[in-house]
């Protein structure tokens, strides 16, 4: 299977499971859970899961899968791990459990520490991005198969992708003021990095506990679509290299030309 079809049969079954989310989300028949990390999980993660590992299962057998909501993997058998599937079967609990419809399905296939194939899959909107490596990066909605990018700058004006539960001061403290800045609020992780990816803000900061899943998938977009994912320091995020699953805080980059050296404190 190429890396084109194998990129579809992905979508495919993002979408499945995004279906399902809409089905439990509309009818408004969930549970929700607490787990260690004191953060949300529903049924609607759950059953998201189960579609999607199964199917992967089927489609590529011979590859693992690591995801938010399976049990742990021991230490010693996710290092061995070179290529896998790292899931997030439900990027925006909080969102979905709150009634926001900013939530997604998010896929990403890791060979070597990075992404080399992505997609996310936004049930309400019914909007799909997706991307693979050196293959570029696309959005698919009512409009059709949209091939997109990051957007290049060309003054000091700045647009900041945030979160609807972070507060706007604790972004605004991490950056520099020799730039104007506008906030546009998004929930899921993945959406705002999605939206990065097609030009509709220049970066999007976040400052708290996250897992490899929430990034994996829009990793890859943004790398095609011309931005990157990067720690603190400006280093680009690596998969499977740290004894946890944890993110240390990054930023999603849009333009790569900009000076993030200054912008970023």
Same mark, same amino acid.
Request: charged share 20%.
């Given at each position: 299977m190429s890396v084109s079809e194998l990129t579809l049969a992905v979508e495919k079954l993002a979408r499945e499971a995004g279906a399902e989310i809409r089905r439990i989300y509309t009818q408004g028949e969930f549970t929700t859970y607490?787990?260690? *990390?004191?953060?949300?999980?529903?049924?609607a993660d759950y059953a998201a899961n189960d579609i999607i590992c199964?199917?992967?299962?089927?489609?590529?057998?011979? /590859?693992?899968?690591?995801?938010?909501?399976? +049990?742990?993997?021991?230490?010693?058998? $996710?290092?061995?791990?070179?290529?896998?599937?790292?899931?997030?079967?439900? +990027?925006?609990?909080?969102?979905?459990?709150?009634?926001? +419809?900013?939530?997604?399905?998010?896929?990403?296939?890791?060979?070597?520490?990075?992404?080399?194939?992505?997609?996310?899959?936004?049930?309400?909107?019914? $909007?799909?991005?997706?991307?693979?490596?050196?293959?570029?990066?696309?959005? $698919? *909605? *009512?409009?059709?198969?949209?091939? /997109?990018?990051?957007?290049?700058?060309?003054?000091?004006?700045?647009? /900041?992708?945030?979160?609807l539960r972070q507060a706007k001061e604790t972004i605004l403290s991490r950056v520099s003021n020799e730039f104007e800045y506008q906030l546009?609020?998004?929930?899921?992780?993945?959406?705002?990095?999605c939206l990065v990816a097609q030009g509709g803000a220049d970066f999007y900061m976040r400052i708290g506990p996250t897992?490899?899943?929430?990034?994996?998938?829009?990793?890859?977009?943004?790398?095609e679509a011309g931005g990157n994912i990067i720690d603190m320091s400006l280093n680009t995020l690596t998969y499977n290299k740290r004894d946890t699953l944890s993110n240390p805080n990054?930023?999603?980059?849009? *333009?790569?030309?900009?000076?993030?050296y200054k912008i970023i404190k």
């Open positions: 607490t787990k260690n *990390d004191q953060s949300p999980v529903t049924s199964a199917a992967l299962a089927l489609l590529t057998p011979d /590859i693992p899968i690591v995801s938010e909501e399976s +049990d742990e993997i021991p230490l010693e058998l $996710r290092h061995s791990y070179q290529k896998y599937w790292l899931i997030d079967p439900l +990027d925006g609990t909080q969102e979905f459990v709150a009634g926001s +419809d900013d939530f997604a399905v998010a896929i990403a296939l890791i060979d070597n520490h990075q992404p080399v194939l992505g997609v996310i899959y936004a049930p309400i909107h019914d $909007r799909c991005y997706l991307a693979s490596q050196g293959n570029g990066a696309y959005r $698919r *909605d *009512d409009d059709g198969l949209t091939k /997109i990018s990051v957007k290049t700058k060309q003054n000091k004006h700045i647009t /900041i992708a945030v979160s546009v609020a998004m929930g899921s992780a993945t959406l705002k990095a897992g490899e899943w929430d990034t994996g998938a829009a990793h890859c977009i943004l790398q990054f930023v999603v980059c849009g *333009d790569l030309k900009l000076p993030w």
